[in-house]
């Protein structure tokens, strides 16, 4: 049974729509990514997953159950996580003290310390300048802090939201290579979203294509990739 599924998700803004009628799943073990323009309702989906903003019609369900009436903090006691779009650090806090604002959720101090040595392992630029204030550090290495913050609660659904968005392409394969790791070595379930059409496609197992708030389109990464619309619209073929 899928992992996370929606239902005819809606979104809205006021008067605005943002996400219609999104209907997907993540199944476990399983990399799956959002494809789209920007504003084409790809962040507000994550954004309505994570509980962050309410739905206006739909269903989202976290291991066959509904989800909808749980707050945040609560969906992150069940096992999903969000890495931003933006990163949203505590600049003027340390790298280490961001990481550990990510699990505030886990009580075991045990496991604490093998999330941080596991994102450590990810990404040793991290552990290099965990005593550095966030904010001095590159945009690539703040991603890395931001995606580490979210493993910090031990999550079984990852989200990660634009997470090479403006940062340099050596980080981002890095980064890449992470994403893989976790997914292959941990099975842990990964919802990406990122505008990078072709990274996104190579990474996922299955791939949505949002216009408009609408899904248009759906099939295994490999499949949109040779898709002719989707190298027209996204691929720049």
Same mark, same amino acid.
């Given at each position: 049974?899928? #992992?996370?599924?929606?239902?005819? =998700?809606?979104?809205?803004?006021?008067?605005?729509?943002?996400?219609?009628?999104? #209907?997907? &799943?993540?199944?476990? @073990?399983? *990399?799956v990514?959002?494809?789209?323009?920007?504003?084409?309702? !790809?962040?507000?989906?994550?954004?309505?997953?994570?509980?962050?903003?309410?739905?206006?019609? @739909?269903?989202?369900?976290?291991?066959d159950?509904?989800?909808?009436?749980?707050?945040?903090?609560?969906r992150?006691?069940?096992?999903?996580? +969000?890495?931003?779009?933006?990163?949203?650090l505590?600049? $003027?806090?340390?790298?280490?003290?961001? +990481?550990?604002?990510?699990?505030?959720?886990?009580?075991?101090? *045990?496991?604490?310390?093998?999330?941080?040595?596991?994102?450590?392992?990810?990404f040793?630029?991290?552990? %290099? &300048?965990?005593?550095?204030?966030?904010?001095s550090?590159?945009?690539?290495?703040?991603?890395?802090?931001a *995606?580490?913050?979210? =493993?910090?609660? /031990?999550?079984k659904?990852l989200?990660?939201?634009?997470?090479? =968005?403006?940062?340099?392409?050596?980080?981002?394969a890095?980064?890449?290579?992470? *994403?893989?790791?976790?997914?292959?070595?941990?099975?842990?379930?990964?919802?990406?979203? %990122?505008?990078?059409? &072709? +990274?996104?496609?190579? +990474?996922?197992?299955?791939?949505?294509?949002?216009?408009q708030?609408?899904? #248009?389109?759906? @099939?295994?990464?490999a499949?949109?990739?040779?898709?002719?619309?989707? /190298? !027209?619209? $996204?691929? @720049? =073929?």
């Open positions: 049974m899928p #992992t996370l599924e929606t239902q005819s =998700l809606v979104v809205r803004y006021g008067q605005i729509e943002a996400v219609r009628d999104a #209907t997907f &799943r993540v199944e476990n @073990g399983e *990399i990514a959002l494809i789209g323009s920007n504003g084409a309702g !790809k962040s507000s989906t994550l954004k309505a997953v994570m509980g962050i903003i309410p739905t206006a019609n @739909g269903k989202i369900y976290w291991d159950e509904p989800i909808q009436a749980l707050g945040a903090a609560r992150v006691v069940h096992g999903i996580a +969000l890495s931003p779009e933006g990163r949203r505590f600049p $003027y806090m340390s790298v280490l003290e961001n +990481l550990l604002v990510g699990a505030h959720t886990v009580r075991s101090r *045990i496991k604490i310390r093998t999330t941080l040595e596991l994102v450590y392992a990810l040793p630029r991290v552990a %290099e &300048r965990r005593r550095q204030q966030a904010g550090l590159s945009g690539g290495e703040q991603q890395m802090v *995606i580490g913050r979210a =493993l910090m609660a /031990q999550p659904l989200m990660l939201d634009e997470p090479s =968005l403006g940062i340099a392409p050596k980080i981002v890095e980064i890449a290579d992470a *994403i893989e790791r976790l997914n292959q070595e941990m099975r842990l379930s990964v919802l990406l979203v %990122e505008q990078n059409a &072709r +990274l996104a496609l190579k +990474l996922s197992r299955r791939a949505y294509v949002f216009e708030g609408s899904i #248009t389109r759906t @099939g295994t990464g499949e949109l990739l040779a898709d002719p619309m989707v /190298q !027209k619209a $996204y691929l @720049g =073929l």
